[in-house]
């Protein structure tokens, strides 16, 4: 079962975090939905987080993990929030169990393939040793020489715990991510169809969602509307959460 972080009462808002992210990066957004009077669950994906590490990783048991999660909460009608993978995680939720699903939230990411292109950010958390128990400082040190942007390295830092005393280690499971980074970019499925209101929301400094983009999507979410956050890459939620929090819960109310 995967893990979550439950806040608030009402209609059931789940919030699906990207690759290499967490529930925890959602957690001051998620208390702002709470305050709108959603119960909101913000989940640990397989293979991320607190939730359960296993080879099996692709969209379709991401999927499955989703449904099982609604079923042993009792979720019925629920809206979702997906960013970047989550965010595909949650169109395939959304066409493949159209009936247990309202509205639907895309952050930043498309219907379509996106070929691997997180090479350096894999790379910087593979030449992290933990077996020379690196502290905090050295371990940013270690990533930096091949992630130069400080605001990726401390989204990826936020996944760093003390496995024991003395002994840091990834929260995610680095190893499955390095045998099939390929399953990342897989594009929804041509038949897969979702008619319920469906906001696409990007950042204007993001090259994820193009305006040529637009066709294919409203070809799967015929009721598709889509809005930009100007001034931010693809962390839009993080880069500019007061736009993001805005923009959202009008289309979600």
């Not at 379709?60 to 993978?85: A, K, W």
């Not at 790379?123 to 040190?141: C, E, I, M, W, Y």
């Not at 003390?162 to 970019?185: D, H, T, Y």
């Not at 993001?206 to 889509?226: G, L, M, R, W």
Request: net charge negative; charged share 20%; with cysteine.
């Amino acid at each position: 079962m995967l893990h979550s972080k439950i806040e608030g009462q009402g209609k059931p808002l789940l919030i699906l975090h990207g690759f290499l992210g967490m529930s925890d990066n959602w957690k001051t957004l998620g208390m702002q939905y709470a305050n709108l009077g959603f119960q909101v669950h913000m989940l640990d994906l397989r293979n991320h987080g607190r939730s359960f590490h296993s080879n099996e990783f692709n969209y379709q048991v991401m999927t499955n993990d989703v449904l099982e999660y609604c079923v042993e909460h009792n979720l019925e009608n629920v809206y979702i929030i997906g960013h970047s993978m989550g965010g595909k995680v949650a169109m395939l939720f959304s066409t493949t169990y159209p009936e247990k699903v309202d509205k639907l939230i895309v952050a930043d990411i498309g219907p379509k393939y996106y070929s691997p292109h997180h090479q350096d950010i894999l790379a910087g958390l593979n030449a992290v040793d933990f077996s020379k128990k690196p502290d905090r400082t050295q371990v940013d040190a270690i990533l930096k020489t091949h992630i130069p942007d400080f605001g990726t390295r401390q989204f990826l830092m936020k996944s760093l715990y003390w496995q024991e005393p003395g002994q840091l280690a990834f929260r995610f499971n680095l190893p499955v991510f390095n045998a099939q980074i390929e399953q990342i970019g897989t594009e929804l499925p041509s038949n897969a169809i979702f008619e319920k209101p469906t906001l696409f929301i990007r950042g204007g400094n993001s090259n994820y969602i193009k305006d040529e983009d637009f066709e294919t999507i409203v070809s799967h979410f015929p009721n598709a509307v889509f809005e930009t956050i100007p001034n931010v890459g693809h962390w839009l939620h993080a880069e500019n959460p007061t736009l993001f929090f805005e923009k959202t819960s009008v289309f979600l109310k």
